[in-house]
């Protein structure tokens, strides 16, 4: 998942970008409130944290200018600013959520799956597709109970899929997707990865759901 | 708005009012008529009287008075009224020895009329009750009659007495009558007045409802003055000038809040943040290397931001020590531009500096370099590149005067109103990390502690001009 990180603290970007990473995601930073704004109109983020006092445009006026012009990702507004008409200002100018500081990291990243989950309408924390479960709290996959040992790239593709599962995704999608602007993807890094999700949790079976739609892209199908 | 103006209070001014005038003009009646009924009355009492007197004169002109007692001949036939009957008159006559001489023929053998008592009175009045029950009024005469035999004169009294249930029924009639009077006239009073002053104090009652509907999430709105009575206006302009001090007061204790909240609450949360990771990933370099090293200089930023504040809170309460000295201000003033020289340079301002010879000063030396420090700081720092830079100084009978003329970027008159808000910074955003908006603060909280004044203007071609004056003798 690929998330818009909107931070002017160099401290707090540079911390909060490390946890993100290390949590899953792709992630793009920036620290002005008007570059937040292009780079969100030509991304689909799954998430965006956005603080409120920004220099050039500040984050209350970025968040409206998207809902304006109906930019949907949901957002978690982070901000020191704790009263709460602040926090009704900001729910109310179209925030997903708020988180004030200081926080802990894993309220954060907890808030930021449950914002992915409601961005795909699910719910349940856990993917279930037949007898594989992706456990997407705790980043791990498991097949007959047995867990499965998946890297970051390959965790990242199967719950991006599986969150769309009977959607073909193209290429490009999965790459806007999975990574960021700083990440230095190779032309076959999506279809490498894919074989490599084939061979560890499907291996040996025709029935493989993880299918290749040939010049379309990629798709899980639901389990029958 | 129109259902509070209705509702009028039993103690509003309306009611009020209109208490007073009908409880003034019922006394009024009350006390007109009382005296208006005396007069009326005694004049017809007096006109009684009159007649009744006149009767009683006119009786004794007819009167002959003989061995046997007086005749009365006003006609061939005897008077009817003293017969006896409805409506009867009496008289009763004495000799000087108290002895009856004569008595109407109305009046009983048993029956008695009151004879004159006051022998110094030509007439005597009184009011009595008449031998057949009825109320009455009588006069009594004292005369001189002449014997028709012996023509020899002599003194009687007389007496007459009449009803005067005529003139009582007259009297009653004039009492209902100016009671019914009185009362109508006060009812009719009490409507005229309540709507009188409900038309006249409606404007009090919307301007009530106007500052009843003022509340801590409406100190935007403001009352219409135009639209008063000319006396009202007063009240609603100063009305309008209190909601909108209150209004930037409100408005600068949630900027206070907010920009505490951020200068204290950010580095925290960068600590936090920066801590939780290193827990996390302990092996990872990214979450570790560096950690002790922000954390010191996280912990500096707060502990300055801490010591601010509370310098700033003491001074404010006046609980700072001011230990006077005798110093030259223009030595303290080159050491602090030696300092900042540096800074001078690399922006490239332009300084000048006309400060007299001797700028001698006797105040806290530690207080006054805060100030002046802060001040110079500000000004050297938020000056545009490459402008002019002017500090100037004078002496007078009081005072010394300090003043720093610098061209910040894009400062605004409104942004005067706040220079000396603490936390307030021009970049709401509060990008840098060097100031926390506290440094003008405490240098006005500083300067009034030594009963000083500090001012900022702004000039033609964008100069700020900072003036310092403090008491040359603290």
């Known amino acids: ?224 | 708005m129109m259902d509070q103006a209705a509702k009028r209070p039993k103690n509003g001014l309306g009611n009020r009012v209109t208490r007073i005038v009908v409880l003034a003009l019922g006394v009024l009646i009350l006390l007109g008529g009382f005296f208006v009924h005396a007069a009326i009355k005694e004049l017809l009492v007096s006109q009684f009287d009159q007649a009744l007197l006149t009767k009683a004169q006119t009786l004794t002109r007819f009167a002959e008075a003989g061995r046997s007692g007086i005749n009365l001949h006003f006609t061939e036939e005897p008077l009817p009224e003293f017969q006896g009957g409805d409506d009867s008159e009496y008289y009763q006559v004495w000799f000087k020895d108290g002895s009856v001489l004569a008595r109407s023929p109305s009046l009983e053998l048993d029956q008695e009329l009151p004879r004159r008592s006051q022998p110094n009175k030509h007439a005597e009045f009184r009011s009595l009750e008449l031998p057949d029950g009825r109320a009455g009024r009588a006069v009594s005469l004292r005369l001189s009659a002449q014997d028709g035999v012996d023509n020899e004169g002599f003194i009687v009294d007389l007496t007459l007495a009449r009803s005067s249930e005529g003139l009582n029924q007259i009297l009653r009639k004039l009492v209902w009558g100016f009671l019914a009077g009185g009362l109508s006239l006060l009812i009719l009073t009490l409507l005229v007045v309540r709507r009188a002053t409900r038309s006249a104090l409606r404007p009090v009652d919307l301007l009530a409802a106007e500052v009843a509907g003022i509340d801590a999430e409406s100190l935007e709105s403001r009352i219409s003055v135009d639209s008063l009575p000319v006396d009202l206006q007063p009240i609603a302009s100063q009305i309008n000038g209190l909601v909108k001090r209150l209004g930037a007061t409100f408005a600068r204790e949630r900027r206070f809040a907010s920009n505490a909240a951020h200068e204290l609450l950010t580095p925290v949360s960068e600590l936090r943040i920066a801590s939780d990771n290193a827990l996390d990933w302990p092996d990872d370099p990214r979450a570790t290397s560096g950690l002790a090293k922000e954390a010191c200089e996280l912990a500096e930023q707060m502990e300055h931001v801490v010591r601010s504040l509370l310098a700033l809170s003491r001074a404010e309460a006046h609980l700072t020590p001011v230990n006077s000295e005798h110093f030259d201000l223009g030595n303290l003033l080159k050491e602090l531009l030696d300092s900042f020289q540096a800074e001078i340079s690399s922006r490239n301002l332009r300084f000048t500096c006309e400060l007299p010879k001797e700028f001698p000063l006797n105040s806290d030396r530690v207080i006054v370099r805060s100030i002046l420090s802060n001040l110079l700081l500000n000004a050297i720092e938020y000056s545009a590149d490459a402008t002019p830079l002017k500090l100037s100084g004078r002496i007078d009978s009081e005072m010394i005067e300090l003043t720093i003329e610098n061209r910040p970027d894009e400062v605004t008159r409104e942004d005067l109103e706040h220079f000396c808000e603490a936390f307030w910074r021009k970049d709401s955003a509060r990008s840098s990390r060097e100031h926390t908006g506290l440094g003008l603060a405490l240098s006005l909280a500083f300067v009034r502690l030594l009963k000083g004044e500090l001012n900022f203007e702004i000039e033609e071609e964008a100069i700020v001009v900072t003036t310092l004056r403090l008491p040359k003798n603290h």
């Not at chain 1, 704790?82 to 179209?94: I, S």
Request: glycine share 8%; proline share 4%; with cysteine.
């Open chain 1, 1 to 224: 998942m690929r998330v818009l990180l909107v931070e002017d603290s160099p401290r707090l970007l540079r911390d909060l970008t490390f946890a993100l990473e290390k949590r899953g995601f792709a992630v793009d930073a920036c620290s002005d409130g008007t570059d937040a704004l292009w780079m969100a109109r030509d991304v689909p983020y799954d998430v965006i944290l956005l603080d409120i006092m920004l220099p050039g445009t500040d984050g209350l006026s970025v968040l409206r200018a998207l809902r304006q012009k109906d930019i949907q990702i949901p957002v978690l507004m982070l901000t020191a600013k704790g009263e709460v008409e602040d926090r009704v200002t900001g729910l109310e100018a179209g925030a997903d959520d708020y988180l004030t500081k200081p926080f802990a990291v894993s309220e954060l990243l907890a808030r930021v799956d449950a914002l992915v989950r409601r961005g795909y309408r699910d719910k349940n924390p856990i993917i279930a597709l037949g007898d594989l479960e992706i456990h997407t709290g705790e980043r791990t996959v498991s097949r007959g109970g047995v867990e499965q040992s998946l890297t970051p790239r390959e965790y990242r593709l199967l719950e991006f899929l599986a969150r769309r599962r009977g959607k073909t995704s193209s290429k490009s999608e999965i790459e806007t997707h999975l990574y960021d602007d700083e990440s230095y993807v190779l032309s076959n890094t999506v279809e490498s990865t894919v074989s490599a999700l084939r061979r560890k949790l499907w291996s040996g079976e025709s029935d493989c759901p993880l299918r290749t739609q040939r010049g379309h892209g990629y798709l899980i199908v639901n389990p029958e």
